[in-house]
């Protein structure tokens, strides 16, 4: 079936540093990819997604690349700051489905 | 615009009694999921529903899961006789509904629930 792995965490960085959390997937067909973040104390919510091999998704200072050659969706921001502390989703869906398969989730803290 | 409400945020029980949860989506949209976050098992999907389709439950972990949507909009999650493991977060999401793109899913703050 279906999964997504992404690096566990927590991730802990300085204000300012790069940030990259790395989604790799296991699917059938062409699925489009997906970035959701969870602040504290919040819902989820979409960050950024990529419905083709090679789309680059971008929100926020945020960017992916949908890798079909590697099956990967890695997540990146060349500098952080504190408002970035969350819980960052890899998911996709399959084009003929339309549930969302989700990662394990990465918990991001951003020191100033 | 008011996005996908929940009630209740939070909800304790004991073990044994149903429980039932409500989800408000988007208004015009019409799919509706109903997932579930729990320490052990991640996010996971639940059930779906799309317009007047058969839903799909093929994420319902047990028969004591079962969920309705009525008219199209407001939907109902219920969990018969509680067990501590039913313990998460339950979240709803919406969306538009196209076969071209798979669109946009909103999620809702979740419901906390806690099966002593």
């Known amino acids: 079936g279906d999964s997504v792995t992404q690096m566990e965490g927590p991730v802990t960085l300085s204000e300012e540093a790069f940030l990259t959390i790395n989604c790799t997937y296991t699917a059938t067909g062409y699925p489009s990819l997906f970035w959701y973040v969870q602040y504290p104390g919040e819902g989820l919510q979409l960050l950024l997604k990529a419905t083709k091999a090679d789309d680059k998704g971008s929100n926020k200072g945020f960017e992916a690349t949908y890798r079909k050659e590697t099956t990967s969706f890695h997540l990146e921001k060349g500098s952080v700051q504190v408002s970035d502390s969350a819980v960052y989703f890899c998911?996709?869906?399959?084009?003929?489905?339309?549930?969302?398969?989700f990662g394990g989730g990465t918990r991001v803290l951003v020191k100033p | 615009g008011a996005g996908v409400s929940q009630s209740p945020s939070n909800k304790v029980t004991e073990k044994g009694k149903d429980v039932e949860l409500r989800c408000d989506p988007i208004s015009g949209h019409t799919a509706l999921y109903w997932y579930r976050q729990s320490l052990g098992q991640g996010l996971e999907f639940l059930i779906y529903?799309?317009?007047?389709?058969?839903?799909?439950k093929s994420g319902l972990p047990s028969d004591r899961f079962s969920a309705e949507r009525t008219g199209g909009s407001v939907s109902t999650l219920t969990i018969q006789r509680t067990q501590q493991e039913d313990s998460a977060v339950y979240l709803c999401?919406?969306?538009?509904?196209?076969?071209?793109?798979?669109?946009?899913?909103?999620f809702g703050p979740g419901t906390r629930l806690l099966v002593l």
């Open positions: 529903f799309q317009g007047n389709s058969a839903p799909d």
């Open positions: 998911a996709l869906r399959r084009a003929a489905g339309n549930k969302l398969t």
């Open positions: 999401a919406s969306s538009l509904w196209s076969l071209r793109q798979p669109e946009t899913q909103y």
